[in-house]
């Protein structure tokens, strides 16, 4: 027996299989998708059997297997087969798909030994009627204690053997047993009251329960607050009934405890939870009770989508808008809603991918019925919807306010004296390099590409990072001529000395990445203030999504601009998700919400319809505008990457292969390119990009594929491509 295995060998994944003779001592267990440890040259390598097979075409002496690693597969078929697609989707090598696809802890490279841990529980080990006897007879009161404990708790967990339970052991009326315990445990809330749907959620749940036995997607466009969270839970209490099983993602889940908990809240103990925060040791606890089928419902971020569960009944996207999901700083350049929409079609189970502020892509594929589209207009009960200002900077800075305008104090003040809550959000995200014009807001653009240049201190130019195009610094602003430009530099930490000087008997709390890297700390800082013991949370984007709270009655955005900004084609589409989940933070209670928007850019469409809540004004807008500029979802973009450490090398490589895809691709492709990639220098390393855009191209495939194989052979320069990427 002869068994082909899989493994990682050097920086770079050349997927290469190797056939190895199975010792006889390992022919009955071994099976496909288990790992296997192999000698390889000089090394003993870890690797995943792809094969069993009797013979092999080759007349060399072919190595035997050292051992194996695993007892049960670790990759599924249905893993084995998703790999293929990953594969083929994203240009990626099978040994990063696989790696993707199970948790750091397991990862072949990964010596960490993780240990077990296991309770000890105590039993009784008669029936009731000789217990009894035995405590009628019996004179110790601390044996007598336990026994009508455990008459009555039929189990008891224990910390350690006292005398005691030595005793009740030794005469056989107790037993002990040990269960394999885990780790990571979140506390139901006591006072949890379950939800009655109203109409339009029962709708939404109904219409998806229909079809719950089919691979088909729903874009569940729901206005925040209006109670997606409640249909999800619902369509999921639904399959689990069935004997069915769900994944729900959220964006990033150490940012959503509030959801996770509601999750607990309803579910109890039939919930995993998947994200960065766990130690590895958790992380494995929650991995194996998925495996072996003891929780129900996995919630996690991004990668939690390859949960190992079987027998899937639904999977939720929530915030489908949401960057996160697509991973983009490493192989495989997967996106969650791909895998979902894979996995939908092998389990014949729906897809809920939900938003009160869809993608273009999404929204634009509801619309041509490739998904169906559910809507939630209202919020239950009788919240509205905030009452959005906004406030023009431009005629604030003449008035020498340059970080609250008179409305947002008047506001902060009012709120403040009727004991409710405010937020201030300040998105600054360090894209410090773009002039700003300060009497009138206005930033350079790209007059081929319409977006922001950025500012290269070293060489005083700025540049397009699309297209190339670049000009020297200007002195005097191209719209209103004036010569103050200035780098907007003004980070949470200022804000909330300049809100201490302003309102010094407010409690304020700041929540950003410097006030959230211990571990729990953002879950504190959100218990905190839910609890009322902070007036103000002033924070960075990370306090934008997901978060609920009654209180609240106060949001300002302090300057809306910075998001603009950023040059990536989809920097209004952005801004305005941003301003929309933002707003939706506020007066979710029963208190009427007010939600202030200071900008220099008080005109423009994205920060217009975000103050209506206007979402189909907008995504006309948009669309029309991408339409005319060739961008998604009109075109998909692919984007090649290319890096070297010398600058010179790096720049004729990225010409050559500019060269060859306009020499290659079919006529209706557009390659953009080479050009400086927005991140150009890390680390010493230089990045160049191709932008290729295109409808339909039956080459581009294979195409990618010749070029990929070319450079993975090349040490100097780096080829890295990235399909449909979510930000350039
Ligand atoms: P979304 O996910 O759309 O932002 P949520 O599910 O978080 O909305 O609901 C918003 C708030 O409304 C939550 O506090 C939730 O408990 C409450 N809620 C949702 N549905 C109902 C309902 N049918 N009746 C009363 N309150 C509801
Ligand atoms: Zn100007
Ligand atoms: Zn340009």
């Known amino acids: 027996m002869y068994a082909s295995v899989i493994v990682e060998i050097g920086v770079k994944a050349v997927d290469k ?47 035997e297997i050292i051992s194996l690693v695993d007892t049960e597969p670790i990759l599924t078929k249905e893993m084995l087969l998703m790999g293929d697609f990953i594969v083929e989707s994203t240009l990626c090598s099978k040994i990063s798909a696989y790696q993707a696809m199970l948790p750091k802890a397991l990862k072949a490279k990964n010596k960490v030994s993780l240990n077990k841990k296991y309770d000890k529980y105590i039993l009784l080990n008669k029936n009731n009627d000789e217990i009894t006897l035995y405590i009628n007879k019996c004179r110790y009161e601390k044996q007598k204690e336990l026994l ?17 339970i030595t005793t009740l052991l030794k005469h056989e009326l107790i037993k002990i047993e040990e269960r394999e315990a885990y780790r990571y445990k979140v506390e139901k809330d006591v006072n949890y009251k379950e939800i009655i749907l109203n109409e339009d959620q029962n709708k939404v749940v109904n219409k998806i329960i229909e079809h719950k036995n089919e691979s088909k997607t729903f874009l569940l466009y729901g206005v925040t607050g209006s109670g997606k969270t409640e249909v999800y839970m619902n369509v999921i209490d639904s399959v689990l009934k069935d004997g069915k099983t769900a994944i729900m993602l959220v964006p990033e889940i150490s940012l959503t405890p509030q959801i996770v908990k509601r999750f607990v809240n309803r579910f109890g103990d039939n919930v995993a939870i998947l994200h960065s925060g766990l130690s590895d040791g958790e992380k494995y606890d ?102 959005v200002h906004i406030v023009d900077m431009k005629e604030e800075v003449k008035k020498n306010n340059f970080i609250f305008s ?9 709120k403040l004296n009727k004991h409710e809550q405010i937020i201030l959000l300040l998105n600054r995200r360090g894209y410090s390099s773009m002039l700003t014009c300060s009497s009138c807001g206005h930033v350079e653009k790209c007059p081929r590409c319409d977006i922001s240049l950025t500012y290269h201190k070293t060489s005083n130019m700025l540049r397009c990072h699309y297209c190339g195009y670049f000009k020297k610094k200007i002195d005097k602003c191209s719209n209103c001529g004036s010569t103050d430009i200035k780098d907007y530099g003004m980070g949470t930490q200022k804000l909330e000395e300049e809100l201490k000087k302003l309102f010094p008997s407010a409690n304020i709390i700041r929540m950003d990445m410097d006030t959230t890297s211990r571990k729990g700390a953002h879950a504190q800082i959100i218990k905190d203030f839910g609890e009322h013991k902070y007036d103000i949370l002033v924070g960075t984007q990370m306090i934008a999504k997901g978060l609920d709270f009654p209180l609240v009655t106060l949001v300002g955005v302090m300057n809306a601009d910075m998001s603009l900004s950023i ?25 009427k919400g007010e939600v202030i928007i200071q900008t220099y850019n008080n005109k423009h469409y994205s920060i217009v319809l975000a103050k209506d809540h206007n979402y189909l004004s907008f995504y006309k807008e948009e669309m029309s505008i991408r339409k005319k500029l060739n961008y998604p979802p009109y075109y998909f973009i692919t984007l090649v990457n290319i890096s070297c450490k010398d600058y010179e090398l790096g720049f004729e490589h990225a010409n050559k292969i500019g060269d060859y895809l306009k020499k290659n691709l079919e006529e209706n492709t557009i390659v953009l390119g080479p050009t400086m990639a927005n991140m150009f220098k890390i680390n010493n390393i230089y990045h160049f990009q191709c932008i290729i855009k295109y409808r339909h191209d039956n080459k581009l495939k294979s195409i990618l594929k010749i070029l990929d194989e070319r450079y993975k052979t090349e040490n100097k320069v780096n080829v890295e491509i990235n399909v449909e990427p979510t930000r350039l």
């Open 286 to 387: 929650e991995y194996r009770k998925i495996q072996q089928g003891i929780v129900k419902i996995v919630v996690g971020a991004r990668s939690a989508i390859f949960a190992p569960l079987s027998n899937i009944g639904v999977i939720v996207i929530d915030e489908e808008h949401t960057n996160t999901y697509k991973q983009e700083d490493s192989n495989p350049r997967y996106n969650a809603r791909d895998i979902a929409l894979w996995r939908s079609k092998y389990h014949n189970c729906p897809v809920i991918l939900g938003s009160a502020t869809p993608s273009l892509e999404s929204f634009a594929r509801a619309g041509n019925h490739v998904y169906e589209l559910l809507t939630l207009t209202k919020r239950p009960s009788n919240s509205i919807l905030p009452i």
């Open 148 to 164: 009508n404990k455990l008459l009555i708790e039929k189990e008891i967990k224990i910390n350690a053997i006292t005398s005691e």
């Open 406 to 414: 008179e409305l947002l104090i008047d506001k902060i003040n009012e």
């Open 17 to 63: 299989t190797f056939d190895y003779k199975v010792p006889s001592e390992f022919t009955k267990n071994i099976k496909v998708g288990m790992r296997v440890k192999v000698p390889f040259g000089k090394m003993e390598l870890e690797g995943f059997v792809l094969e069993i097979k009797d013979k092999i075409d080759s007349n060399y002496e072919v190595k």
């Open 567 to 591: 040059p990536d084609f989809r920097s209004a589409e952005r801004t305005f998700q941003l301003l929309s989940q933002v707003s939706g933070r506020a007066g979710r209670g029963d208190l």
